[in-house]
């Protein structure tokens, strides 16, 4: 069973920055397609963005220019830089394959208000 772990969320202010970690303990880790998913209290949880194992990206319209998807196939990871931050991104975020193939992990909560 893969085990996800999400980290760096946190209280921002509008216009501010954070970068999201996610490590995963997956064999062959490099050959998925990886995504970072955010659910707000209510809602459904969404796809933001996904990285394929070529680093091709794609983005949700609501966070296209602001939030950038990387990954680092040597530490299992994927990262989430976001920037221009806005209270509509409040959520807790979780990464996962774009099939959303594995156990869930316990998410990061970032929160976005002044």
């Known amino acids: 069973q893969v085990l996800l772990v999400e980290s760096g969320g946190g209280l921002v202010q509008p216009g501010g920055s954070l970068r999201l970690s996610c490590a995963a303990s997956?064999?062959?880790?490099?050959?998925?397609?990886m995504g970072w998913y955010r659910q707000a209290p209510g809602n459904q949880r969404e796809l933001v963005a996904t990285?394929?194992?070529?680093?091709?990206?794609n983005y949700a319209d609501s966070v296209k220019g602001r939030f950038i998807i990387s990954r680092d196939n040597t530490k299992n990871a994927v990262f989430l830089q976001m920037n221009s931050l806005k209270p509509e991104d409040t959520a807790v975020y979780y990464c996962?394959?774009?099939?959303?193939?594995?156990?869930w992990g316990q998410g990061t909560q970032v929160t976005v208000s002044s």
């Open positions: 996962n394959t774009y099939q959303a193939s594995w156990t």
């Open positions: 997956a064999r062959l880790f490099e050959i998925y397609t």
């Open positions: 990285i394929s194992r070529g680093a091709s990206t």
